[in-house]
C-alpha cells in the first residue's frame, strides 16, 4: 500500500512543480491563456486528491471550512433568483433601471445575485489554482514541502536577475518588458513591478530563515579552539548552504529596492525587523557564532535598515499615490450600497465605474485594496472569510512558537509566516492577490506555515523514548554511552 500512495503524492508534487515554475513566467498568469493552463493543472491536482478522499481530511475543520466558503460564495452568487427578488437586493435598483431601459422584462426574467455573473463565474475558476495548492501542499511530506520552497526560491533568483538585468540595459535591452507605468523600474515577467514586489516580499523571508536555520543548528561541544571551528565552518558543506542561503536573500532585497515600490521597500525593512525579532536569539546559545552571532545579527539588519530609511523617500515612486485615496473612499461607499449581499465577486470593474469620481479619468479595474475589493463584491460573507482567514494565521503562530531547540523545517515555517504576514500588509494598498502567481505563491507559503509539523513531535517522543530505555537497561555504575546516528544522518536531516 506505501508503494502506491508514495507515487500518488509524487505525481500532485510535480504538478506543483510545474504550477510553481510557469505561474510568474507569463505576466503572473494574469493572461488569459497562461491562467486557462494554471486553471487546468489545478483540476488535475484536484480530481487526484478526490480519488483519495481522505487525504483531504487532513486539512483541519476550519481550513475545510475556509476552502469550502470560499468556493461557495461564488456559487451562491451565480444562483438565478426571480427579478422581483432581485430588484430588492441592496443596489440593485439603478442595474434594474438600466434593464428595463434597453428591453430587458425586470418582472419575469430570472437573473444571478451578480451584477456580473460572467465575471463572477471567471473569478471561480480563477480559485481553483491558489486552493488546489493549499490543499495538496498541506497533504505532501515534510520532504517534497522543502523541494516546493526550493523551487520557489529558485524562482525567486530567476525573477531578480532578470530585473535586474533589465533594470541595467534600460528600455533599450533586449530583455525590457514594458511595464504598467512605463517607468524603468525592475518588474522580472510581471506586468506591474509592485506585483514583483509582492512576490519578492514572500520569499525572501524564506531565504534568510533557510540561512538562519543553517547556521543557528550548528553546534560545538569543545570551548578550546572554538573560533578556529567557528570560522572553518564557512568551508563546510553547511556552511557553503548558508552562503547561497544569504545570496538568494541579499539578491531579492536588492531587486526589491530596484523595484522602485514604495510599498515593498517599507515591507522590506519590516521583514528584516520581524526576522531578526524571530531568529536573532536563535543564533544564541552554543551554536556556531554563539553571543556575537546575535549581536552581529543585530548589527546588520539595523544597518541595513538605515540605508534603505533614505532610499524609501528618494528612490521609491506611486504614480496613482493621489488617486489611491478616492478609489478607496468611493469603493467604500460602494462596498456599504451593496452590503451585505455584495455586488459578485469579480464584479468590481463593471460595477465600479457607477461609484468611479470625475477627477480619475483612467479605467479602475481594482480597488488597490485587496479586503475592499472583496467585501465590495462578496458582502458580509467574504467579510466572515477574511477575519476567518486572519483568525486562522494568528492560531498557526500560536502553534508554531514552542520552546527548545528548532529543525530546519520549523525555521522555514517561520519564514513562510513572515513572508504571508508582509503579502497581507501589502494587500492594504495593492491588489496582489488579485494576480494568480502571487495567489499561487501565497497558498503555498501559507500551506507551509500551517502545516503541522507530526514529524519533529515523533522524533522527539522517539528520542525521549530511546533515552528512558537506554538509562533503564544500563548499569548505575556504568558510563553512558551516546549513541551515535547510522550512516551519519541526524535527525535535522530527516
Not at 493543472?41 to 481522505?54: E, G, W, Y
Request: glycine share 8%.
Amino acid at each position: 500500500m506505501q508503494k502506491p500512495l508514495t507515487a500518488y503524492r509524487q505525481g500532485i508534487f510535480w504538478l506543483l512543480v510545474l504550477m510553481l515554475v510557469f505561474a510568474p513566467l507569463f505576466r503572473a498568469g494574469n493572461l488569459p491563456l497562461p491562467l486557462l493552463l494554471l486553471e487546468l493543472v489545478s483540476l488535475c491536482i484536484l480530481v487526484l486528491m478526490l480519488m483519495r478522499p481522505q487525504e483531504l481530511l487532513r486539512l483541519n475543520a476550519m481550513q475545510l471550512v475556509l476552502l469550502g466558503g470560499m468556493l461557495l460564495l461564488p456559487l451562491l452568487m451565480l444562483v438565478p433568483v426571480p427579478a422581483a427578488l432581485w430588484q430588492q437586493l441592496p443596489g440593485r435598483e439603478a442595474f434594474s433601471e438600466i434593464y428595463q431601459a434597453i428591453g430587458m422584462d425586470g418582472e419575469a426574467a430570472w437573473r444571478a445575485i451578480s451584477l456580473a455573473p460572467y465575471k463572477t463565474e471567471g473569478a471561480l475558476w480563477a480559485l481553483l489554482p491558489p486552493l488546489a495548492v493549499f490543499a495538496a501542499v498541506i497533504n505532501q511530506p515534510q520532504q517534497n514541502i522543502l523541494k516546493l520552497v526550493y523551487v520557489a526560491l529558485g524562482m525567486a533568483v530567476f525573477q531578480s536577475v532578470l530585473s535586474l538585468m533589465q533594470y541595467g540595459g534600460g528600455s533599450v535591452g533586449f530583455l525590457y518588458i514594458p511595464n504598467e507605468f512605463g517607468i524603468k523600474a525592475a518588474a522580472g515577467t510581471y506586468l506591474n513591478r509592485d506585483h514583483l514586489a509582492g512576490f519578492l516580499e514572500m520569499l525572501f523571508p524564506v531565504a534568510l530563515a533557510l540561512l538562519a536555520a543553517t547556521v543557528g543548528q550548528h553546534r560545538f561541544d569543545s570551548v578550546q579552539g572554538a573560533w578556529r571551528k567557528r570560522l572553518s565552518f564557512l568551508a563546510t558543506a553547511k556552511g557553503h548552504q548558508a552562503s547561497v542561503y544569504a545570496v538568494i536573500g541579499i539578491l531579492a532585497v536588492l531587486c526589491l529596492v530596484f523595484t522602485r515600490s514604495r510599498a515593498g521597500i517599507a515591507l522590506t525593512m519590516l521583514g528584516l525587523f520581524l526576522l531578526l525579532l524571530v531568529f536573532a536569539r536563535r543564533l544564541g546559545g552554543n551554536n556556531v557564532y554563539g553571543t556575537y552571532g546575535t549581536v552581529i545579527a543585530v548589527i546588520l539588519v539595523l544597518t541595513v535598515e538605515i540605508g534603505l530609511a533614505p532610499i524609501l523617500d528618494r528612490f521609491s515612486m506611486d504614480p496613482v499615490e493621489d488617486a489611491r485615496w478616492s478609489i478607496y473612499a468611493t469603493s467604500m461607499q460602494g462596498a456599504v450600497e451593496y452590503f451585505p449581499v455584495g455586488a459578485g465577486p469579480g464584479a468590481y470593474p463593471e460595477v465600479y465605474p457607477y461609484f468611479q469620481p470625475v477627477g480619475i479619468d483612467a479605467f479602475v479595474n481594482h480597488a488597490h485594496n485587496d479586503y475592499l475589493e472583496w467585501v465590495f463584491d462578496g458582502g458580509i460573507l467574504a467579510l466572515f472569510l477574511v477575519l476567518a482567514g486572519l483568525g486562522l494565521y494568528a492560531l498557526g503562530w500560536r502553534r508554531l512558537w514552542i520552546k527548545g531547540r528548532w529543525r530546519t523545517f520549523r525555521y522555514v515555517q517561520a519564514g513562510a509566516g513572515i513572508g504571508v504576514f508582509l503579502l497581507m500588509l501589502h494587500s492594504f494598498v495593492d491588489f496582489n492577490l488579485h494576480k494568480p502567481a502571487n495567489a499561487i505563491y501565497f497558498a503555498l507559503l501559507l500551506a507551509v506555515f500551517l502545516k503541522e509539523n507530526k514529524e519533529e513531535m515523533a522524533l522527539k517522543e522517539r528520542a525521549s523514548g530511546k533515552t528512558r530505555t537506554r538509562r533503564l537497561q544500563v548499569p548505575a555504575a556504568s558510563v553512558p554511552v551516546v549513541q551515535q546516528p547510522r550512516n551519519g544522518v541526524s535527525l535535522d536531516d530527516w
